[in-house]
């Protein structure tokens, strides 16, 4: 599995089957399957996939934008990463963690600008914290992610780059489905 074609891949698609744009998670390990990937397989409803992409993860990403676009109507970006930087990720989170659920990271869709990135994490959200690492955004929630001003809109906005955040819960057992 050392040739870059056959390597494993967490795709993230952010904000499915939430707000009405419902993509079935058969339907995305189809969709997978048509544009080459192989092994496709996903985790609860929420557009998280594991599959082994064909050629360019980039242009896999970029394919199934378009596909998902074409079928549903809807657009939403599509970010992927390898087991390993998934993994270096959530060893980097900087924050203690009281709750999984209330520990996330945001996977971006590119590093944003060190300026933006320090402004944004020098804005008041109360009591909840965040630190930008490389193309990741690391939150904990005091409250929970359902009651923060901390919202993908504010995150989008803030730092000019789009992103799809996964609790700590569902980041781990993404990597544990990689590897089993």
Request: hydrophobic share 40%; proline share 5%; charged share 30%.
């Amino acid at each position: 599995m050392s040739s870059e074609s056959s390597t494993t891949r967490i795709v993230l698609i952010r904000a499915v089957n939430v707000g009405g744009a419902t993509l079935p998670m058969a339907e995305l390990r189809q969709i997978a399957t048509e544009l080459g990937a192989t092994a496709p397989s996903t985790y609860i409803a929420s557009g998280n996939l594991i599959c082994s992409p064909p050629g360019d993860p980039a242009e896999f990403d970029r394919a199934l934008e378009r596909a998902i676009e074409e079928r549903y109507g809807f657009f939403r970006e599509v970010i992927s990463r390898t087991p390993d930087e998934v993994r270096t990720a959530l060893d980097a989170h900087p924050f203690e963690i009281i709750d999984d659920k209330y520990s996330y990271v945001y996977f971006l869709v590119a590093r944003p600008d060190a300026d933006k990135a320090a402004a944004f994490e020098e804005k008041d959200f109360g009591d909840d914290v965040r630190r930008v690492i490389g193309a990741d955004l690391h939150i904990r929630y005091a409250d929970g992610a359902g009651r923060s001003k901390l919202t993908a809109p504010a995150i989008a906005r803030g730092l000019g780059v789009q992103g799809t955040g996964r609790n700590l819960r569902t980041v781990r057992k993404l990597l544990d489905l990689t590897e089993g």
